[in-house]
């Protein structure tokens, strides 16, 4: 069977057995006639069409609108931008986090050398170290026997109660009932 000149992939007339079966096979047959009928319809669905490569071609190409290559581009772009925003925050995030930890450790360090210099200044300053200080510096020594003086007092201590002599009824009825209880 011959190809034409057809626009569509398969001509489905050449498979449609139903129509080709009533048409051409009157409804009285001799053996050998229905048998070289049923051949043919054998080759008939064995039968496969081939396509210039020209039209295959144009059946692979697939036409694309620029309208949606274009908005395919932009959404692509849009992705991008946004995981590159998120990266880039991440990126940030994660040097704060250095920067805080290293000053963390450097604070730790510097509260640490604090302590040991306090307890240093502590120890130089002690009892001991001032006598020696005094004694090899300054030249001083303990006061012995001979370099104190005592203090006599020859009058006896006394105790005044020094009285108001401006007082009223009130206070004279306190000062009374506290010397009945003393």
Known sequence: MAIGNYNAAYDLSLFDESLNASSAVPKRRADGE???QNRKRQNRRNQVMKLPEEELN??????????????????????????????????Q?????????????????????????????E????????????????????????????????????AEVSSQKDS???TRFFDSLSNLWS
């Open 123 to 158: 120890a130089a300053h002690t009892n001991a170290e001032i006598e020696k200080y005094a004694t090899e510096v300054l030249g001083m020594s303990k006061a012995s026997n001979a370099q104190k003086e005592f203090i006599a007092l020859e009058t006896d201590d006394k």
């Open 58 to 91: 144009k059946i692979r190409r697939r036409k694309r609108n620029p309208l949606q290559i274009a908005m395919g581009a932009t959404g692509a772009a849009v992705v991008t931008f946004v995981i590159g925003i998120i990266i880039v925050g991440q990126v």
């Open 93 to 121: 995030l994660t040097e704060l986090n250095q920067q805080i930890i290293t000053a963390e450790k450097t604070l730790a360090d510097t509260e640490s050398l604090y302590v040991q210099n306090q307890m240093k200044v």
């Open 34 to 36: 229905a048998h070289q």
């Open 168 to 170: 009223n009824i009130f």
